[in-house]
């Protein structure tokens, strides 16, 4: 019998292998090398065929390593732990991080194209997505009762959470108004800077005001913000810097002739 854990990971990997082959051929692989590891013929793109095969391979040893040790089989694991029946634990709960991990995927492909900056703050971002999304998945099978995991999880992580979410927050918000700002006119940037700390006191005071409401409201409100400031970096960054003036003091564009009728008067 096929777990399911089994199912998931098998086709993981067969897919993953078809698309090593497929990539092969598509960047010049010849006869039949992208099938046999490049044996028989290349294989193309070496770097991508061998990322996707790779996985391709480290999914089908996962896959078997579940279905040898019976994952996701609950008469099995009865069976192993000596009882009747395994108590059924809490249904795992939504997530958000998924989320996160595909905008920062995207970011991470713009950077590709755009600047080093928004590459590396892509992979910044999948790589706290995994660790929390890793960390939600734990917590929702440690026990049986919700908050109990919801207070577990919290134990662990918010030491953590906290000040790097609030580092990172600041800096990418800094970041992404500075890029508005210097895109922007000189009363544009004025405009903009008002606009942005208009939304962040607006938020604050309906917080303020209604301290009872919906902490999924608050969040959707924070995260839209943000998400259009962070959009707006972007888009400014790609359109560069306006063309700034520098101020030459008067007195220097005559230096010459001062120094002549010096001279002269000399």
């Known amino acids: 019998m096929f777990t399911t854990g089994f199912k998931f990971y098998f086709g993981l990997a067969v897919a993953l292998v078809l698309s090593a082959v497929v990539y092969g051929y598509a960047t010049g692989g010849e006869h039949v090398g992208p099938v046999t590891w490049g044996w028989k013929g290349g294989v193309g793109d070496h770097v991508g065929y061998t990322m996707l095969m790779a996985g391709g391979v480290v999914a089908s040893a996962v896959s078997f390593v579940i279905v040898a040790f019976r994952d996701a089989d609950p008469s099995a694991q009865a069976h192993y732990l000596g009882v009747d029946e395994i108590v059924p634990t809490a249904s795992v709960t939504g997530s958000y991080w998924p989320v996160v991990a595909a905008f920062g995927a995207g970011i991470g492909l713009l950077g590709l194209v755009l600047t080093p900056v928004l590459f590396v703050g892509g992979i910044v971002a999948c790589s706290i997505a995994a660790i929390e999304w890793m960390m939600d998945a734990w ?46 006119s000189k009363n544009g940037a004025v405009l903009w800077a008002a606009l942005i700390a208009i939304a962040i006191f607006g938020i604050g005071i309906l917080y303020a005001a209604k301290p009872k409401m919906n902490r999924n409201v608050v969040a959707g409100l924070v995260l839209t913000c943000g998400l259009a400031v962070i959009a707006g970096g972007i888009v400014a960054g790609v359109d560069g810097e306006r063309e700034f003036h520098h101020h030459v003091p008067h007195g220097d564009d005559h230096g010459d002739d001062s120094h002549a009728e010096d001279d002269h008067s000399e």
């Open 139 to 184: 917590a929702d099978r440690a026990t049986g009762d919700a908050s109990a995991n919801a207070a577990l999880r919290d134990r662990v992580m918010a030491p953590f959470e906290i000040p790097v979410a609030a580092t990172l927050t600041v800096a990418v918000i800094v970041l992404a108004g500075s890029r508005i700002f210097l895109n922007a």
